[in-house]
């Protein structure tokens, strides 16, 4: 490569690189927010039958039984009451420590519906890793996991036929907490959450065969830390999408400083 070829090539990606850290700057994100993230699931790929994790790590899932439509952010999956996403179990989803956050668009139905949850087949919370529910009647969100069948219930409502944002965090210290719409809605202390060999469903509960939703679900994800209040409505406000392209920038950025040392 001739030096003016170099250059130049310097110079492109210098102005690449400053476009999309200045959008990004400019807009408050923060690199840090991609820390953790074990899984993505966009649900943007309007065919198919399989929902690729966006966080790169691999974990793809199946789609069962559940149509496309208009998302909050590009597309979502829709359950019509026999369908659910499944992802193969792995050890990065047994987690004591985590968030599990995901769009839920759906009416009341009088049942238990189901919209992401490491859970086994049998009833109840065994053993359950982590779970958040659509409570009958009520319309709350339904916080849980195994321990001790450690449960916060809220009483807001998201059985509107509305896009709702739903977050469930764990921290350190065995706090609990519910968020919708990027409001703390309850918290709790918990027990050490249940370990399983299960797989992540999404739509349904106990390894996608009953809790079943009638609804639609967009960018469900999971971290292996519990987000702050400020990071959960950035993602509320903005999408993973952009987490993603975050995290591409600074990928660019890495390698424009390897393009410039290099002989």
């Known amino acids: ?101 995901g769009w839920v668009k ?41 321990g001790g069948n450690t449960k916060i219930n809220s009483a807001e409502q998201v059985t509107d036929g509305n896009w709702h944002y739903v977050v469930m965090t764990r921290d350190k210290k065995g706090k609990l907490r519910g968020y919708i719409d990027g409001k703390k809605v309850v918290e709790g202390d918990s027990q050490k959450p249940g370990a399983n060999d299960e797989d992540v469903s999404v739509g349904a509960g106990g390894g996608g065969v009953r809790y079943w939703l009638i609804g639609a679900v967009d960018e469900p994800a999971i971290f292996d830390r519990a987000l702050s209040e400020a990071e959960i409505n950035e993602l509320m406000d903005n999408g993973m999408q952009v987490v993603l392209a975050v995290n591409t920038s600074n990928k660019l950025a890495t390698t424009w400083g390897n393009i410039k040392e290099s002989p």
């Open 1 to 101: 490569m001739n030096l003016k070829h170099k250059n130049h090539l310097i110079f492109s990606f210098g102005c690449l690189i400053f476009t999309c850290v200045s959008f990004f700057v400019s807009s408050g994100k923060s690199h840090a927010r991609l820390e953790g993230l074990v899984g993505a699931w966009l649900f943007d790929e309007g065919k198919g039958n399989v929902a690729e994790d966006a966080s790169g790590n691999g974990h793809d899932g199946e789609i069962r039984k559940a149509k496309w439509v208009e998302g909050k952010f590009g597309k979502a999956l829709k359950f019509d009451g026999d369908g659910a996403v499944v992802i193969l179990h792995s050890d990065d989803f047994t987690l004591e420590v985590f968030t599990i956050a």
């Open 106 to 146: 759906c009416k009341n139905h009088g049942a238990w519906q189901t919209i992401i949850t490491k859970t086994g087949e049998n009833e109840g919370a065994q053993p359950r890793t982590y779970g958040t529910f659509v409570v009958p009647n009520n319309g709350g969100i339904h916080f849980s996991l195994q």
